[in-house]
């Protein structure tokens, strides 16, 4: 509702910013002040708009469990019927924090993690090199982003690239759970 409304707003103080110029292009005695003032408004209502919409992305992401990784558990997971989405990331890396704020945020992609069966586990190559090597060790590089999917339709697991995209998880998710 309130994104509606401030969408409404912006929309309505750019149409009398439009207006005033077209006022003021005709010799109505508009003061020159009042159209800089209104985008100002504008823009200042917009940002909100803009601000809102991504805290309810931030929500949505906080509801996803992610465990650590426990990488000498995904086999018998996926024998249960399990999907595990790995992640693998370091807290100084931009692509990965890119890829976590940029498409693990996005709704689509939550609620894709968030349909059935799906485990999220996830290891910070800050942190936890010790414990991802061992498995991940030849296959994924610290400091760069490494997401991996396993399922029943994909049980040796599918490396997804670096630079996700939604469609990249969620196509992904839908192999793995074999649909």
Same mark, same amino acid.
């Given at each position: ?52 919409h991504r805290a309810s992305e931030q929500q949505d ?7 650590p990784l426990a990488a000498d558990k995904i086999p ?29 945020? =996005? ?6 993690? +968030? &349909?059935?069966?799906? #485990? ?8 936890? @090199? ?18 991996k999917v396993y399922g029943p339709g994909l049980p =040796? ?6 630079? +996700? &995209?939604?469609?990249? #998880? ?8 074999? @649909?």
């Open positions: 509702m309130i994104l509606t409304l401030s969408t409404l707003m912006t929309l309505l103080l750019v149409a009398a910013v439009v207006a005033l110029l077209i006022a003021r292009s005709k010799g109505k005695p508009i003061p020159l002040a009042v159209i800089p003032v209104i985008g100002m408004m504008a823009l200042m209502v917009g940002s909100a708009t803009y601000f809102v992401y906080r509801e996803l469990l992610w465990q018998m997971l996926v024998q249960g019927g399990y999907t595990v989405f790995v992640d693998l990331h370091s807290d100084w890396c931009m692509a990965c924090q890119t890829n976590r704020v940029g498409i693990l945020h =996005r709704p689509e992609v939550v609620s894709t993690l +968030l &349909s059935g069966k799906v #485990v999220l586990m996830q290891a910070n190559w800050s942190q936890e @090199s010790e414990r991802i090597a061992p498995h991940y060790g030849k296959v994924a590089a610290p400091g760069s982003p490494f997401n =040796r697991g599918q490396i997804l690239p670096a630079e +996700l &995209s939604a469609s990249d #998880v969620i196509t992904a998710i839908r192999s793995a759970k074999g @649909s």
